[in-house]
Nanobody
Framework: QVQLVESGGGLVRPGGSLVLTCAAS????????LGWFRQAPGKEREAVGC????????????LYSDSTESRFTISKDYTDNTVHLQMNALKPEDTAVYYC?????????????????????WGQGTQVTVAS
């Protein structure tokens, strides 16, 4: 069964850091395009960043939304089939439910999307709250 599960959310003070994890089951996540999104109360879901799939001699390259201001980093963990979202210098406006998503399309070197409608497999989300 194909499944994505996010974890690592919580309460953090402004300026702090968190690492979110997207764990996949039923498929080998590093081969597929993966996006990170967030949704704050009363707002539309917005892209945080994404990373495209690996190939035989290619490692996926991340792409970030302007809203992250170079504070966030996406990385793959090949030992446990996960993708991480490292978030630094967090601000109250980063408070949201964070989701990972994939389109389950093998796409090494084809880039990734910062549009939610391009993905059709989603995790349940993990809450991130930035407050003092």
């Amino acid at each position: 069964q194909v499944q994505l599960v996010e974890s690592g959310g919580g309460l953090v003070r402004p300026g702090g850091s968190l690492v979110l994890t997207c764990a996949a089951s039923g498929f080998h996540l590093p081969y597929y395009r993966l996006g990170w999104f967030r949704q704050a109360p009363g707002k539309e879901r917005e892209a945080v960043g994404c990373i495209d799939g690996d190939g035989r001699s290619y490692r996926g390259v991340p792409l970030y939304s302007d809203s992250t201001e170079s504070r966030f980093t996406i990385s793959k963990d090949y030992t446990d089939n996960t993708v991480h979202l490292q978030m630094n210098a967090l601000k109250p406006e980063d408070t949201a439910v964070y989701y990972c998503a994939t389109d389950l399309v093998l796409n090494a070197g084809s880039g990734c999307y910062l549009k939610a409608q391009k993905y059709d497999r989603w995790g349940q989300g993990t809450q991130v709250t930035v407050a003092s």
